[in-house]
Nanobody, 128 residues
Framework: VQLVESGGGLVQAGGSLRLSCQAS????????VGWFRQAPGKEREFIGV????????YYEDSMKGRFAGSRDNAKNTVYLEMGSLPPGDTALYYC??????????????????????WGQGTLVTVSS
């Protein structure tokens, strides 16, 4: 599986964006997909994860309420809806896939937990 993010760009504070993570490969539905971000000068942080079928989602506590993930396995695509964006949300946003959902959840706190595949990232810039 390979992952390619899109949908990033410049948005004013308070605005919204929808990011997409397009997968190639016929095994996409066997992967949970997570979203991460890395702001300049900061470590990469976990946003949330969508289960293989899309029926279960888990978000970092600080991300709940403004971020919502979904997926369409028929289109091999996972989405991240972002709303009420403050300038502090400026970052490079990544999607990542792994057959084990828990690997995506713990990766940011335990770098020894590998995640199988990463996208290249899409830049989101929130202007004040």
């Amino acid at each position: 599986v390979q992952l390619v993010e899109s949908g990033g760009g410049l948005v004013q504070a308070g605005g919204s964006l929808r990011l997409s993570c397009q997968a190639s490969g016929r095994t996409f539905s066997s992967y949970a997909v997570g979203w991460f971000r890395q702001a300049p000068g900061k470590e990469r942080e976990f946003i949330g994860v969508v289960s293989r079928g899309g029926g279960s989602q888990y978000y970092e506590d600080s991300m709940k309420g403004r971020f919502a993930g979904s997926r369409d396995n028929a289109k091999n695509t996972v989405y991240l809806e972002m709303g009420s964006l403050p300038p502090g949300d400026t970052a490079l946003y990544y999607c990542a896939g792994d057959p084990i959902l828990q690997n995506l959840v713990v990766h940011s706190s335990d770098k020894n937990t590998a995640v199988e595949v990463w996208g290249q990232g899409t830049l989101v810039t929130v202007s004040s």
